[in-house]
């Protein structure tokens, strides 16, 4: 049933289901643009800060073959965040992507010095977080002192002392001016094949 609900002033259609017209209004949704879904709605890359230098980072990787190591999260952001990564680095032309979901229970919540001793059974040249590193201190430190470098993509909340990554992309990072603090991890990595498919490009 459709009802002629309907808030003063507000760009969304009348004819809207009652039950989304309030959950948009709840949301303070108040224009159809804001729930257009096609991609040219989508907010530009150009303000998420390190997404330039970690898609140069990439390119470099990619030009020297480096091997490239996932870690991810275990829930349904870092499962998603991990697929499409290495399904864009694999089509850019990677020849050795691998991936780590580790179990937190065991090993604790993301980049820990634990799961770096484990990757590095596996040699990896380059580290890439998806959904999680932004507080992984610690972990980092141990990857750089194993020559290992280190890529954050993560959009949970920084603290008060950031990891000494090569790179971090993180709209919750302070300094970053991108729009969305509510992007999603896979949104994040997302972004950053964006940003290699366009650096590859330029190249």
């Known amino acids: 049933m459709r009802s002629n609900f309907e808030v003063e002033g507000n760009g969304l259609n009348p004819d809207l289901h009652p039950l989304l017209y309030r959950i948009y209004l709840g949301r303070e949704i108040v224009n159809f643009e804001e729930i257009e879904l096609g991609l040219e709605n989508l907010l530009s890359p150009t303000d998420l800060l390190g997404l330039n230098k ?111 990554a090569d790179v971090i992309v993180n709209p919750n990072q302070p300094g970053c001016r991108f729009k969305s603090k509510a992007l999603a991890g896979v949104g994040v990595i997302f972004y950053l094949m964006l940003g290699v498919r366009r650096a590859l490009r330029e190249r």
Not at 58 to 77: G, M, N, T, Y
Not at 81 to 103: E, K, M, T
Not at 104 to 130: C, N, Q, W
């Open 54 to 164: 970690a898609s140069d980072l990439l390119c470099s990787a990619l030009e020297k073959q480096s091997r490239i190591l996932i870690v991810a999260d275990f829930d349904a952001d870092g499962a998603t965040s991990c697929v499409l990564a290495i399904q864009a680095l694999r089509s850019f032309g990677f020849n050795w992507v691998d991936y780590i979901v580790p179990n937190r229970f065991e090993f604790g919540y993301g980049l820990t010095p634990e799961i770096v001793e484990m990757a590095k059974s596996r040699h990896p040249d380059l580290i890439i977080t998806v959904d999680n590193g932004i507080s992984s201190v610690d972990g980092v430190d141990v990857a750089r002192a194993s020559g290992i470098q280190t890529l954050v993509t993560d959009h949970h909340l920084a603290g008060q002392v950031l990891p000494k």
